[in-house]
């Protein structure tokens, strides 16, 4: 059963800081790229709408591939404040 979305407001991004944020914190594990393979992490191209836990070819948490999230702007702005707590 699906997970509903957290009632908050996603702010405003800043696309050039999240660029450079992503190239940081992000890029050693995930591709963004259509047809990205996975690495460390699953590739993050067409995640939205995807259920959490489903991209063939990775192996994901037991909590991951059971947290009933399709993912949305706002589970995944809630989940990159502190990914463990929420799943």
């Known amino acids: 059963?699906?997970?509903?979305e957290p009632d908050i407001e996603v702010p405003e991004g800043d696309s050039k800081k999240g660029a450079k944020l992503f190239k940081a914190k992000c890029a050693q594990c995930h591709t963004i790229e259509?047809?990205?393979n996975a690495k460390q992490g699953p590739p993050l191209?067409?995640?939205s709408?995807?259920?959490s836990g489903?991209?063939?070819g990775f192996a994901y948490s037991e909590a991951n591939k059971n947290s009933g999230i399709i993912?949305?702007?706002k589970h995944l702005f809630e989940y990159l404040l502190n990914p463990k707590k929420y799943i």
């Open 34 to 36: 259509k047809g990205g």
């Open 54 to 56: 489903t991209y063939d």
């Open 45 to 47: 191209w067409g995640l």
């Open 71 to 73: 993912w949305s702007d």
């Open 49 to 51: 709408g995807r259920q």
């Open 1 to 4: 059963m699906p997970v509903p």
